[in-house]
């Protein structure tokens, strides 16, 4: 599994990769269960669902102005972007 930030992780399937968030429990075996976000095709698409995951929880449930979901949203788009400097997807 490919940790990408935080708790988001991708698994490589026969197609892509599965998206994966920890949910915060453990199962009977004592290992972290996470919650499927989804299924895409690329490197470029996981970061894509990361992103958009990363910034729903964020502003769920909180009051905010517009330009601060922004400056979160430029804020997180430039460190995994960072991370991916130099690789081709």
């Not at 935080?6 to 698994?11: E, F, K, L």
């Not at 964020?58 to 690789?87: F, H, N, V």
Request: aromatic residues 6%.
């Amino acid at each position: 599994m490919l940790h990408i930030k935080d708790d988001y992780y991708a698994q490589a399937n026969n197609f892509g990769y599965t998206v994966l968030r920890k949910n915060g429990r453990k199962g009977k075996d004592d290992q972290e269960l996470h919650t499927t976000l989804g299924y895409v095709g690329s490197l470029r698409e996981v970061l894509d669902l990361v992103l958009k995951d990363s910034v729903q929880r964020k502003i769920t449930g909180s009051d905010m102005e517009l330009k601060e979901a922004l400056e979160y949203i430029r804020e997180q788009t430039d460190l995994l972007m960072k991370e991916m400097e130099g690789i081709e997807v």
